[in-house]
């Protein structure tokens, strides 16, 4: 897989935001995805925790831009890491650090593990 084949991988999550539906958004992880939130510290473990995540989140609004981006290819596991900024439709913003585990299932590429947290300082 290209590089530029995972970094759009991010673009899908990030129009699935736009939409504000949940499931839609949900629909990109892997049934037993992991989901390590930045404005929750609830762990989520599969569709039902991660939907229930963005039904809180997409009401804010987020529109993410990516502001550094390290793309790893393993066969079937990709890895994108890096920095994002996440704007709000309030006007508020939020830098942080992402993890996207990406594995094939034989059609797609599916987020098995996903970390977000604020950068610190």
Do not use: C
Request: aromatic fraction near 12%; charged fraction near 20%; hydrophobic fraction near 40%.
């Amino acid at each position: 897989m290209a590089e530029k084949e995972v970094a759009a991988l991010f673009d899908e999550w990030n129009n699935a935001l736009q939409t504000g539906d949940p499931k839609k958004v949900a629909e990109l992880y892997e049934a037993n995805g992991i989901l390590l939130p930045t404005v929750s510290n609830q762990v989520r473990h599969n569709h039902a925790e991660i939907e229930d995540y963005f039904v809180h989140f997409l009401p804010k609004g987020p529109r993410g831009v990516i502001d550094e981006s390290n793309v790893r290819t393993f066969g079937q596991i990709a890895i994108n890491s890096g920095v994002y900024t996440f704007s709000f439709k309030d006007g508020s913003t939020v830098q942080a650090r992402f993890s996207f585990v990406y594995k094939w299932n034989g059609q797609r590429w599916m987020i098995v593990e996903h970390h977000s947290s604020k950068m610190p300082e």
